[in-house]
């Protein structure tokens, strides 16, 4: 299972840091993941992790620079500190979760069995 947590209303520049605390399955050989979901707009992939390699976080373009991917193994909790916040990173943010065994790409949604409900963040111009 999956809880994501600490969404909430930014002004445009600021900074929001969201958390997901994992349960139930092997956290240290994981893959992580977060996607987002606007209004009106399919889900989209924004950054992940394989949790064996936490040097090696993975962003889309749009959001490399501004959003950075940490772990806690002790906690199994996943963090994503996002600077810079734009009125267009308005969505709901989903953490998502696989087993670093599995095949496919850690881009598509497909490749995760895991996923959070959900946490809002709202960016204001």
């Known amino acids: 299972q999956l809880q994501a947590s600490g969404g909430g209303l930014v002004q445009a520049g600021g900074s929001l840091t969201l958390s997901c605390k994992a349960s139930g399955f092997n956290f240290n050989d994981a893959v992580i993941a977060w996607f987002r979901q606007a209004p009106g707009k399919e889900r989209e992939g924004v950054s992940r992790?394989?949790?064996?390699?936490?040097?090696?976080?993975q962003y889309e373009d749009f959001v490399k620079g501004r959003f950075t991917m940490s772990h806690d193994s002790a906690s199994n909790t996943v963090a994503l500190q996002m600077n810079g916040l734009k009125p267009e990173d308005t969505a709901v943010y989903f953490c998502?979760?696989?087993?670093?065994?599995?095949?496919?790409?850690?881009?598509?949604?497909?490749?995760?069995?895991?996923w959070g409900q959900g946490t809002q963040v709202t960016v204001s111009s």
């Open positions: 998502a979760a696989s087993s670093a065994r599995r095949t496919g790409s850690y881009r598509s949604e497909r490749f995760y069995d895991n």
């Open positions: 992790m394989i949790t064996h390699l936490p040097d090696e976080p």
